[in-house]
């Protein structure tokens, strides 16, 4: 499958490197010069969950005049929109574009740039990505990769791109309930994302902390609440043990918000716990706990002098 990667961060790269590892024609677009160089004189170096590799790609700072038959958007979610929009010289008439971002928010920007009706949302849980430096990606984990049609993507679509991802390694599987897929995934995301950057903990030290593992845990169950009163079908019964078996699979990993802080770069909060509170009030709740991780996050952001996403 010709398969094109907009936004090639820590996540995008672990797509690309697996992809591209089982002859898929996997080029990638993205603004960090360094990064693309690296990728493009060497290939990409792939460590971690999946084991140690070197794999060629094409790389690009800007995107080609090429029509491919899968686009990936990895971008951040506040990027997701401008990303997609981008990617359009890369449409013909039967591409699919599958949107990976955390939270919730962010498919919609996609759907109004390339139409409704390609258009697959995806929700990648447990990698725990990194970009150690230019041309090299890391993950501690790959649990899991679901997709499912935003709006009107045939069942056939869906299946071909999930056959693409299974045969690179990865645990993938279309599913009908999108939004559920998404509201657990959530779930876990407030869990670690402002705990962890708050505290400076990796997910397995804000499990084991006194303090800050019951924090973690009520921002959990207070997002669980919320998606129940929002009539969202979940399966999950249990929010922490739900959290904490994700928790379980990445306990090294830094979640992407703390990643972003240590660069001095706001963060995606407003689409994690910043999230939880939006919900709450389209159902007339309240969700004190997710909106005061917001706040706290948001504060020292208040800081920072780039909003640059690699």
């Known amino acids: 499958m010709k398969i094109a990667i907009i936004g090639c961060g820590a996540m995008g790269s ?7 590892s089982r002859g898929n024609d996997v080029l990638v677009v993205d603004h ?26 094409r790389a690009y700072s800007d995107v080609p005049q090429e029509t491919v038959d899968l686009v990936i958007i990895a971008s951040k979610a506040a990027q997701a929109g ?27 920007d996609v759907a109004q740039a390339v139409g409704a009706e390609r258009l697959a949302i ?9 970009l150690p430096q230019a041309g090299h990606a890391h993950h501690n984990g790959m649990a899991a990769v679901r997709m499912g049609a935003y709006a009107t993507l045939g069942t ?32 876990c995301n407030v869990a670690y994302s402002a705990p962890c950057t708050l ?18 845990q009520a921002a959990a169950t207070e997002a669980w609440q919320i998606a129940r009163a929002r009539g969202i079908a979940l399966s999950v019964t249990d929010p922490i043990a739900h959290v904490q078996a994700f928790g379980a699979r990445i306990p090294d990993a830094k979640p ?12 995606e909060i407003d689409y994690i716990n910043g999230a939880i509170a939006k919900e709450a009030g389209k159902c007339s709740k309240a969700a004190p706990v997710n909106a005061t991780l917001t706040a706290l996050v948001k504060q020292r952001e208040s ?5 640059r996403t690699r």
């Open 122 to 130: 995806g929700i990648a849980a447990a990698f725990g990505a990194s």
């Open 303 to 307: 800081s920072f002098t780039t909003a």
């Open 14 to 20: 672990v797509y690309a490197g697996l992809l591209g």
């Open 199 to 216: 505290s400076g903990l990796t997910v397995g030290q804000v499990m084991a902390d006194t303090h800050i593992s019951g924090v973690s």
């Open 32 to 57: 960090w010069a360094e990064h693309i160089q690296a990728m493009a004189d060497k290939g990409l170096h792939l460590t971690g969950a999946s084991g140690d590799r070197q794999v060629t790609l």
């Open 156 to 187: 056939a679509s869906l299946e071909r791109v999930a056959a693409v991802w299974q045969d690179a390694g990865f645990n993938a599987e279309p599913v009908q309930d999108v939004a559920a897929m998404q509201w657990e995934k959530l779930i």
């Open 256 to 267: 992407s918000v703390m990643l972003d802080h240590e660069r001095g770069r706001i963060s």
């Open 82 to 108: 401008a990303a997609a929009r981008q990617a359009r010289p890369l449409l013909g008439p039967s591409t699919v574009v599958l949107t990976i971002q955390n939270g919730l928010g962010s498919a919609d």
